[in-house]
């Protein structure tokens, strides 16, 4: 066969050529966040578990802050008693980002993905972060 072996590279190196660009933003790019759960009040939890199990905060913690909210300023409720029986206070600050003191990484690393941007910081106090 007439000079198969080069047609092969040949057509080998186009192919490794013309993919690059498409392999080389695997995981940048598009790359989904992930968000840190490396907190010193985390670290020092004897279960890493949040309040409710993750699938159900990933998708519903919206919900819950908007029923946290009506449970402490319309009903005066600053106790929530998750699935597990174990009571937490009702409260953005106090309770969420005791745990998840690291908002950039955490709450905003999704947010920013996701294009919202939550008002909440208006008001209520954000945890001190180093920068
Ligand atoms: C006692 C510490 C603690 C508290 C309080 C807490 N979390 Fe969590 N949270 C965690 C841990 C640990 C994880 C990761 C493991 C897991 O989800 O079980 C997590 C996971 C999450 C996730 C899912 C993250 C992902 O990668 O999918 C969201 C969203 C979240 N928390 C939001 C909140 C909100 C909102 C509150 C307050 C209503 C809150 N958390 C209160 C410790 C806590
Ligand atoms: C696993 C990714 C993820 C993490 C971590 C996360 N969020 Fe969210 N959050 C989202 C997404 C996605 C939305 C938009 C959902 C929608 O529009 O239905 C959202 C929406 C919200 C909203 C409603 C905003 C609006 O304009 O409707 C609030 C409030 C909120 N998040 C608070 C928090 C807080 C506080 C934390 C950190 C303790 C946090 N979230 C961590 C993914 C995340
Ligand atoms: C205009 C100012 C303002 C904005 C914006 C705001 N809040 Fe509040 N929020 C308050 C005030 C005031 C209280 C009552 C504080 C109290 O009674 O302890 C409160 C109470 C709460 C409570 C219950 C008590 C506590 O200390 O956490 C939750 C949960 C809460 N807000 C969640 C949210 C979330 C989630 C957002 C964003 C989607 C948000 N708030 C945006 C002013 C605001």
Redesign the pocket.
């Known amino acids: 066969m007439y000079n198969g072996g080069k047609i092969l590279l040949g057509i080998f190196v186009f192919l490794a050529l013309a993919t690059y660009p498409f392999y080389n933003n695997i995981g940048k790019a598009n790359a989904r966040p992930?968000?840190s759960?490396d907190t010193p009040?985390?670290q020092k939890?004897a279960q890493?578990?949040?309040?409710e199990?993750?699938?159900f905060?990933?998708s519903e913690?919206m919900q819950?802050?908007n029923q946290?909210r009506d449970a402490a300023v319309r009903d005066g409720n600053r106790i929530?008693v998750a699935g597990d029986g174990q009571r937490?206070d009702i409260s953005?600050q106090n309770?969420?980002?005791?745990?998840?003191s690291n908002k950039k990484e955490?709450?905003d690393s999704?947010h920013n993905y996701a294009g919202v941007s939550p008002y909440c910081w208006d008001c209520h106090l954000a945890p001190k972060e180093g920068k």
């Not at 890493?48 to 309040?51: T, W």
């Open positions: 992930e968000p759960t009040a985390i939890l890493k578990k949040c309040i199990p993750e699938a905060m990933k913690h819950l802050l946290w929530y937490y953005l309770t969420c980002m005791k745990c998840h955490f709450c999704c």
